[in-house]
Structure formats: structure tokens, C-alpha cells
């Protein structure tokens, strides 16, 4: 379980090092959408569960992103710069495009919290 824990923390400061890194170098916008991202993914998901309007194959897919996002079990762990977060972000693209391709648009668009950039980026647009 400490490992774990260890393993968290180096995850979020390395996280929190390249939010830094964005805001200082200017890039405000993005280091906000990257600070955002993974909770908003997790509350798109979360929500897009709940509707009704998403097809029951979206759903098993959205309710396996929401146990992949939140497992410290990683393919690549989380305190290798850059690779670290990207299983999550992997895993999390492939879901919402599946859900892009049998749910409406605007369903998705209803339930974003960020920015509609990061949500078209995120769904191959």
C-alpha cells in the first residue's frame, strides 16, 4: 500500500510540475485544460453513465474508462514523465470516440465541463 501511495505522489507532482511549466512558459490556457483534464473526464464519464440517451455498449465502455482513470494499476506507471499519463489519456480517447460514434454530439457537448478544444482533441476532430 505505501508503494502505491509513493507512487501517487510522485504522479501528481509530476503532474503538478508540468502544469507549472505551461503556466510560466505563457501557456495558461493549456496548462488550465491539463490541470482539468483527468477530473473532467472522470465527471463526463461519470454522467454519460447515468443518461439514458447513451446506448448500453457505450455505457460498459464509459464504466471500464471511469475504473481504468481511477486504478493506480497502470500499463505505464504514472511517475514516468510524459509516457506516464498516457495510457489514461490512450484509453480515455478510444472510449469517447466510441461513444462519439453511437451517441449524439450534443449529448457529449451537455456533460463537458472543459473546454470544447480539448473535447473536439480528445474525440479525433
Do not use: C
Not at 514516468?80 to 495510457?87: E, R
Request: aromatic share 10%; proline share 6%; glycine share 6%.
Amino acid at each position: 500500500m505505501r508503494s502505491v501511495l509513493v507512487g501517487l505522489e510522485i504522479a501528481v507532482a509530476i503532474w503538478l510540475v508540468a502544469v507549472l511549466l505551461l503556466w510560466f512558459a505563457g501557456q495558461r490556457s493549456a496548462a488550465r485544460e491539463i490541470a482539468t483534464l483527468i477530473p473532467n473526464l472522470l465527471v463526463l464519464f461519470r454522467r454519460l453513465f447515468a443518461d439514458p440517451r447513451v446506448p448500453r455498449g457505450s455505457k460498459f465502455l464509459v464504466g471500464f474508462a471511469i475504473v481504468w482513470l481511477v486504478s493506480p494499476i497502470d500499463l505505464i506507471p504514472e511517475f514516468i514523465p510524459v509516457a506516464g499519463p498516457l495510457d489514461d489519456a490512450i484509453v480515455a480517447a478510444f472510449v469517447l470516440r466510441y461513444v462519439l460514434r453511437h451517441t449524439e454530439r450534443s449529448v457529449l457537448e451537455e456533460h463537458w465541463r472543459g473546454g470544447s478544444a480539448t473535447l473536439d482533441v480528445l474525440a479525433g476532430r
